[in-house]
Nanobody, 118 residues
């Protein structure tokens, strides 16, 4: 059972920066993809950024040019550098990990709150 622990959320003013970090433990196989989703009350959880083991990244259009995702395969960690934050970035951010071998398995962290004040 993969466990994901996030850190780095908080309160920041618009235009500021935050870095989210996540570490995955307990995996019985290779983690093929890690990333970040976010969710606001009453809305769906939406993809923010993902990264594969070979370094392929994918970003939501709303964060391109402002957010940067990076990962360390050996340590099973993923980070999200968030710059030029906007009030609309306010959400709970969830770390995610996907293992493909043996049938896709999708794991989630508990979430960390990011609040951007105007």
């Amino acid at each position: 059972q993969v466990q994901l622990v996030e850190s780095g959320g908080g309160l920041v003013q618009a235009g500021g920066s935050l870095t989210l970090s996540c570490v995955a433990t307990g995996s019985d196989g290779r983690i093929d993809l890690m990333g970040w989703y976010r969710q606001t009350p009453g809305n769906q959880r939406l993809m923010v950024a993902t990264i594969t083991t070979v370094g392929t990244t994918n970003y939501a259009d709303s964060v391109k040019g402002r957010f940067t995702i990076s990962g360390d395969n050996a340590k099973n960690t993923v980070s999200l550098q968030m710059n030029n934050l906007k009030p609309e970035d306010t959400a709970v951010y969830f770390c995610t990990a996907v293992l493909v071998q043996g049938g896709p398995r999708h794991y989630w962290g508990q979430g960390t709150q990011v609040t951007v004040s105007s």
